[in-house]
């Protein structure tokens, strides 16, 4: 969901022309992808005198705001039907790939760190997509979930080429199982007898992602509040959502980052240098990012995070996750994850400064 806070306009619109307007049906899953309505959050409202607003991107039918980035990479690829679409992910961005790939016809592979939620295996194997969990290691090593998503795909066009050589020998389809071998263990993979070959989404560095919010998210955001927006906030994990709504945007709205614990994109947008104190000497941890939340906070700068234009950086914690998540429970109703909850968490922070205030739930 995205929170955000505005200034309404002085000219209220008419309520009676509204309610006779008649939707018309959605023309599949993807046409119902985007421009989820904007919530006012009474209870962080009252509490700081700045009406703040979410923006309802659980209404997507993947759940969350990257069902718009899986779709821009989908399309700007223009994949083969019978292709398959793989990608390294710890969540959401698995889960929405899984949603929309269906509909362009194409299969989901799926690369997920073994401390990941079972759930959001358990959601994106429901969904049709093969599911392969590996242990959790640097981004240099050859077995990071990501370097592993890269190799599935060099076979998966591997075996593409094979099936269009034995048809163009025999007229016969090849049937190909891919034996995987990650951590010592020995896992498989049946791969379509059509397989058309496969590509890698690589949310991190494809800048569709900033494109799917520069030219949707950001432009709904500013429509949606006809332009009486002060501020714009919201945590970064590959950073399309934060650099899209930033650059597509009025100068004088400002734009803030929300970071979690072990990230250390704070202290870039503070000081310009991307450090966190976890990365102290003698104080590094195995895993920086210790901390509940998923899928947000990084200690590199992706293609990205690097088209963003924010204003500052406020820092998040744990506690302050939890007990907003719990608040907003109690007292409106929204039961919101680890990532939604620290962007309002973002918003409380950033309230005094502006009259109107946004952020992504």
Request: net charge neutral.
């Amino acid at each position: 969901m995205a929170v955000l806070s505005y200034l309404f306009s002085s000219q209220k619109p008419n309520l009676a022309l509204l309610k006779k307007k008649k939707k018309k049906p959605i023309n599949g899953l993807i046409d119902a992808i985007g421009n989820p309505p904007l919530i006012l959050i009474n209870s962080l409202s009252n509490a700081t005198g700045c009406e703040i607003l979410g923006k309802c991107e659980f209404l997507n039918p993947g759940g969350s705001v990257k069902d718009r980035v899986a779709v821009k990479i989908i399309e700007e690829v223009n994949i083969s039907q019978g292709g398959v679409v793989t990608e390294g992910s710890a969540g959401n961005t698995a889960i929405s790939l899984a949603t929309v790939a269906p509909a362009y016809g194409c299969k989901c592979h799926v690369v997920i760190p073994d401390d990941a939620a079972i759930e959001k295996s358990q959601i994106i194997e429901s969904l049709g997509a093969t599911v392969e969990r590996v242990r959790p290691v640097s981004i240099t090593h050859r077995d990071h979930f990501v370097n592993i998503a890269r190799r599935r795909v060099l076979e998966a066009n591997e075996a593409a080429s094979k099936h269009r050589k034995a048809d163009q020998m025999n007229g016969e389809s090849l049937e190909q199982t891919i034996d995987y071998t990650t951590g010592g263990e020995k896992q498989s993979l049946a791969l379509p007898h059509n397989c058309k070959g496969g590509f890698l989404a690589d949310q991190f560095e494809n800048l569709a992602n900033f494109r799917a919010h520069y030219e949707g998210t950001g432009p709904e955001i500013w429509d949606q509040t006809g332009g009486s927006l002060d501020a714009f906030v919201a945590a970064a994990g590959t950073g399309g959502t934060v650099a899209g709504v930033s650059r597509k945007k009025n100068p004088n709205i400002k734009c803030f980052l929300i970071d979690p614990p072990g990230s250390g994109l704070f202290n870039k947008v503070r000081r310009g240098v991307m450090y966190t104190r976890e990365e102290a000497e003698g104080q590094r941890l195995k895993n920086s990012f210790d901390t509940i939340t998923e899928g947000i906070g990084i200690n590199r700068l992706t293609q990205n995070f690097m088209m963003a234009k924010l204003d500052g950086a406020f820092r998040g914690t744990d506690l302050e996750v939890v007990e907003m998540s719990r608040f907003l429970s109690k007292n409106d109703g929204l039961f919101l994850g680890s990532s939604s909850a620290i962007n309002c968490v973002g918003a409380v922070k950033e309230w005094h400064n502006p009259l109107a205030l946004v952020t992504l739930l």
